[in-house]
């Protein structure tokens, strides 16, 4: 079974700033992606990026990014110029390649910016 | 478009009496899962559907059956609520086999509250 894991349960940073959320899965599957999504208060579920494990390059979204290490299984999120919008529970999650909507979401992390 | 329709947004129940979460998509997805969120443990899948007809257990199952009659519905239902059972509930559906070009679709949750 995938088993993925997000070691730090809350993360602060100030606005402007960067800050990485660190994420680090288990799996025996070769293909299959990743993604980090974001949950603000309003408990609505909103994916941020996605990375399928076939490539090499990480997946950048305007202000997010990922270091993807395939060999380390290791998948964290870069967040630049931080702002208040940002503050949210950040869950990475795990998809096999026939998972469809079957996922393995780590424990989440908790983003407070500071203004 | 609606997208994931859940109902109802908040609930609380007393030991014992059963319910009916529901859960609507209207975007003909072939897969639909029903997951709970609790707080240190992210979300973790209950059941899941691969399409009409076709159901099975997630990691979670015990206390809960589902049922996918029709492409867009799946309901979840709680037999005799404990309140083990107290948690955020979210529906999520994607098309079909691999997530390249199907990110996950979630509804916006169901706080359920067992006294």
């Known amino acids: 079974a995938q088993t993925v894991t997000q070691s730090q349960p809350e993360m602060s940073v100030q606005e402007a700033e960067t800050v990485t959320l660190s994420c680090t899965y288990d799996?025996?599957?070769?293909?299959?992606?990743l993604f980090w999504y974001k949950q603000p208060p309003s408990r609505q579920m909103i994916l941020v990026i996605r990375?399928?494990?076939?490539?090499?390059q990480n997946a950048t979204e305007n202000r997010f990014s990922v270091n993807f290490q395939k060999a380390a299984k290791s998948f964290s999120l870069k967040i630049s110029d931080s702002q208040l919008g940002d503050a949210a529970m950040y869950f990475c999650?795990?998809?096999?390649?026939?998972?469809?909507?079957?996922?393995?979401f780590g424990e989440g992390t908790q983003l407070t910016v500071n203004p | 478009n609606a997208g994931v329709t859940q109902t109802p947004k908040f609930q609380v129940l007393k030991t014992g009496q059963s319910m009916t979460l529901q859960c609507a998509q209207d975007?003909?997805?072939?897969?639909m899962s029903w997951y709970r969120q609790d707080p240190g443990m992210g979300l973790r899948l209950i059941h899941y559907?691969?399409?009409?007809?076709?159901?099975d257990q997630g990691e979670v199952p015990n206390g809960y059956n589902v049922s996918r009659s029709t492409t867009e519905d799946f309901p979840l239902r709680l037999l005799s609520a404990a309140p083990s059972q107290t948690s955020v509930y979210f529906c999520?559906?994607?098309?079909?086999?691999?997530?390249?070009?199907?990110?996950?679709?979630f509804g916006n949750g169901t706080r359920l509250t067992v006294t």
């Open positions: 799996t025996s599957e070769s293909d299959y992606y």
């Open positions: 999650a795990y998809g096999g390649e026939t998972s469809g909507s079957r996922l393995t």
């Open positions: 999520a559906s994607s098309y079909g086999v691999g997530t390249t070009n199907s990110p996950l679709h």
């Open positions: 975007m003909n997805h072939e897969y």
């Open positions: 559907s691969v399409g009409a007809g076709i159901t």
């Open positions: 990375q399928e494990a076939y490539k090499q």
